[in-house]
């Protein structure tokens, strides 16, 4: 049964920090892994989705990695402002896009 | 484009009543999803539809829960009797079909649900 385990569990860094998220997976069989922000009492928002074959994807300030074989991935967010702060959730899905299994989140402050 | 749309946003009801929920996906789009969002258990896949066809609901708690799609811009979940373990956050989300940015879901803004 896959499992996704993201750490920290919450982070708080000051305005204009450079930050990493870290996503890990049980089972690297993969069809596709997408990082999302939640904000309170919202629905999902998608930020980056990376396909199994990719390496890594880039969106304005963030950008997101993939180590499939050692079931990894990192939501990296440059430049932090007080707007970043939300929920980052990432999801990895089992078979062609479809039953994403999520991970508990990243609850991230970001201080001005 | 709108999005995915639910309805109601918020839902209060007592135990024992009947509870349903519903969703409009993107226009277009081939999947459906229903996903249910708890502090405990996080957000988990309740079951989701292929043109308009439930293909996995292995993810229903109980035989209390149902959902339908009975065309192609509206679907349904239904929890009859609910009860008060059933309060949490339901997510609908959708996706285009295969082959068009492949594996990206969208998220509607969900359904609050509190059962007293």
């Known amino acids: 049964k896959q499992e996704v385990t993201q750490i920290p569990a919450a982070l708080s860094v000051p305005e204009g920090e450079n930050l990493v998220l870290n996503c890990s997976f049980t089972?690297?069989?993969?069809?596709?892994l997408q990082w999302f922000r939640q904000d309170p009492g919202k629905g999902l928002t998608s930020l980056l989705l990376?396909?199994?074959?990719?390496r890594e994807q880039t969106s304005g300030r963030l950008n997101a990695s993939l180590d499939k074989s050692s079931g990894r991935s990192t939501l990296y967010i440059a430049a932090s402002q007080p707007g970043d702060s939300a929920t980052y959730l990432c999801a990895v899905s089992m078979e062609y896009g479809n039953k994403l299994v999520f991970g508990a989140g990243t609850i991230l402050r970001v201080k001005s | 484009d709108a999005g995915v749309i639910q309805s109601p946003r918020h839902e209060v009801t007592e135990m024992g009543q009947e509870v349903t929920l519903r969703c409009k996906p993107i226009s277009g789009h081939d999947y459906l999803f229903w996903y249910r969002q708890t502090m405990m258990r996080g957000l988990e896949l309740l079951i989701y539809f292929n043109n308009n066809v439930p293909i996995d609901d292995s993810g229903m708690p109980e035989d209390r829960f149902s959902a339908k799609m009975p065309n192609a811009s509206f679907s349904t979940l239904k929890i009859q009797p609910s009860e008060p373990r059933d309060s949490a956050v339901y997510f609908c989300?959708?996706?285009?079909?295969?082959?068009?940015?492949?594996?990206?879901?969208?998220f509607g803004p969900g359904t609050r649900l509190t059962v007293l």
């Open positions: 990376i396909q199994s074959s990719q």
């Open positions: 089972d690297s069989a993969i069809y596709n």
């Open positions: 989300a959708s996706r285009p079909g295969d082959g068009l940015a492949p594996g990206e879901q969208f």
